[in-house]
């Protein structure tokens, strides 16, 4: 289970969302597949007092059968390339570095020894046996430290300009999108290959950053968020911009090609994302994020932030399905700016609001499931709608007096696991995020 878009969303009641294509398809079935899991066991990890653990959970129940001893407090983990291991960033004594914690996912046992890096932890790729890859450092001073996980040293670093606004695995390693500091620039692709080697290719018509007027007493600014996914079969990243433009690039020569988004309305209001009205000339702007789902399909969501000196408002930019083949777009929610992607099933959810000096306004939706062919199944009200994983037909929201597992099927809450340890979230596909 993966989610894309952001956590603050718009969603109004409907019966039934149609999938009404603009310039192009709109029968086909969208392919909802859950990335498959990274241990042979469903897993989790979960943070408490102590740290944060490797659980082993029952698949229909998700009831804890078997637990690590804590550790440092969880940043990321990746997983080996034949998974017979894990590795997980923990945040050691105060914080100073990022140490990383070995594990047999079979036993949930810790190796004794770990290795520590001088850094955040951002991502990490662990594309060979004696491979592993992460990215770790400040937020525009980055480093790429190549380590031995059966050695447990670092063999060497490579240094990468950041900041880094969004990851993505691929067959190819790790795929980052980057641009400049405290700028709205064009944004950078940068591709790290299995071997460790990075390579990149500015993408000139997508800009991408945050940009504050550092003059202004109350430090507005301005933002481009593009989306990121990447079909890992065939190798090809693709970057969404709030413009409606689509950057198609090649992982294996990094070769760039640019596609506008369908046409009439959908592209108006694209286009306006960038173009606030004149009395929110400080405004924020979209913050897009994306999904490969399959078949030539991307899952696109994300968020539209306004602000002045005295009033805001956050709005959604709605979950729309691209199809690559054509660049059409179907709108699937024009109310959400929030997704999760589980097998048979995608849910989306969100909140939207404004506020004044004197005031604010927020109006909150529940989880709302649609099915391949795009139709609303469920809707679920009274819940946090905050996925924090999905398995088969189970799903466990976040909530403030217990975590309530949820039927896919039906929507309906199976019961509430017990409060206790935070989760941080299933470990499905190759690694965090």
Known sequence: MRRFGVAIAGCTAAAVVTLTALGGTSDRLLPLRSPPLATPHLTAIVTGRHGSRLVRLDASSFAVERSSSPVGWFRGWVRSAVGHRVAVATCPHRCTGTLLRFANPATLRWEPRGELLDGQFYAAAWPRPRTLLALVGGETALTLVKVDPFAMRIVASTPVTGPIFQT????HGLV???????????????VVAPDGRVHSVQLGRIRAGTRYDRQSRYLLGTTNMPGLAVDPRVGVAYVVDGSGLVAAVRLGDLSV?????????????????????????????????????????LAVAGSDETATA???SQRPTGLRIVDTRNWSVRMLDPNANTGWVGDGVLLATGTSGSYTRNSSHVHREGLVAYGPDGHLRWRLTGVVPFVLGMHGSRAVLAGP???????????????????GPVWDGLLHGAGSP
Do not use: C, M
């Not at 980052?176 to 405290?182: K, N, R, S, T, Y």
């Not at 007096?401 to 409060?419: N, T």
């Open 176 to 190: 980052l999108l980057a641009g400049q500091e405290d700028e709205v620039a064009p944004a950078r692709l940068v």
């Open 168 to 171: 993505a695995h691929s067959t």
């Open 257 to 297: 090609s640019y596609h506008r988004l369908g046409s009439g309305s959908l592209l108006t209001r694209l286009a306006d994302w960038l173009t606030p009205p004149a009395q929110a000339k400080d405004a924020n702007g979209p913050t897009i994020s994306a999904q490969w789902l399959g078949s030539g399909l």
């Open 310 to 312: 005295h009033a805001g």
């Open 401 to 419: 007096d217990g975590f309530p597992l949820v039927d896919l099927a039906s929507g309906h809450v199976i019961r509430k696991l017990p409060r």
